[in-house]
């Protein structure tokens, strides 16, 4: 009897103030396990790494998408987390026939779904797709740190660290900042005031 295909789906960066947010969607192989996967949060960054490269080469299929700090800010970060992860599931080739969703929520999307919480350290697919998502999403803030060297986006992802607020504050809100977020908001309403 053939095994359905499952994809595990995931993503990474909800909570940062600036970048877009990523989302990965990955089937893994049976055939090839991958040693070493768990919640991408609990991984150390080079391992991460290293792990991207393998999921790579020996997932079935894998995908990577994001949904901008525009769009984040039109429809809702969680809004723009779920169409991130329509995106990357719409990609896979071959298609899952179930995806398996970390969280409380699933996509809008034709494919039997289950949403699980803590999924990333239940099941490996989600794992792989945790790892996927996060590493792109670091790769991202390291190239709009090279762009905006001014605003330490490599030392603190876009989280709302003291330092990343203390530079927003210094040199201005941009363009990748994500406008209804707390800090973010509060900054441009007293730059509106003053």
């Not at 095994?3 to 990965?24: F, Q």
């Not at 986006?153 to 876009?158: C, I, S, V, W």
């Amino acid at each position: 009897m053939s095994t359905i295909l499952i994809a595990g789906v995931d993503e990474a960066g909800r909570g940062p103030l600036a970048g877009a947010v990523y989302a990965a969607a990955v089937i893994l192989d049976p055939q090839r396990p991958i040693e070493g996967l768990a919640d991408s949060k609990t991984i150390s960054e080079k391992k991460r790494e290293q792990l991207s490269v393998n999921i790579k080469q020996s997932a079935l299929a894998w995908a990577i998408a994001s949904a901008s700090a525009e769009e984040i800010d039109n429809i809702n970060i969680l809004q723009a987390s779920l169409l991130a992860m329509k995106r990357a599931i719409e990609q896979l080739q071959p298609a899952p026939e179930k995806i398996l969703v970390d969280g409380l929520y699933l996509p809008d999307i034709a494919i039997q779904g289950e949403a699980v919480i803590k999924g990333d350290s239940k099941h490996a697919c989600i794992s792989a797709a945790s790892i996927l998502a996060k590493v792109a999403r670091d790769e991202e803030l390291y190239r709009l740190d090279s762009i905006f060297p001014d605003y330490g986006f490599a030392l603190h992802k876009g989280y709302p660290t003291k330092l990343h607020i203390e530079k927003i504050q210094q040199h201005g809100v941009l363009p990748i900042h994500r406008k209804t977020f707390g800090p973010v908001k509060k900054l441009l309403q007293a730059k509106s005031i003053t």
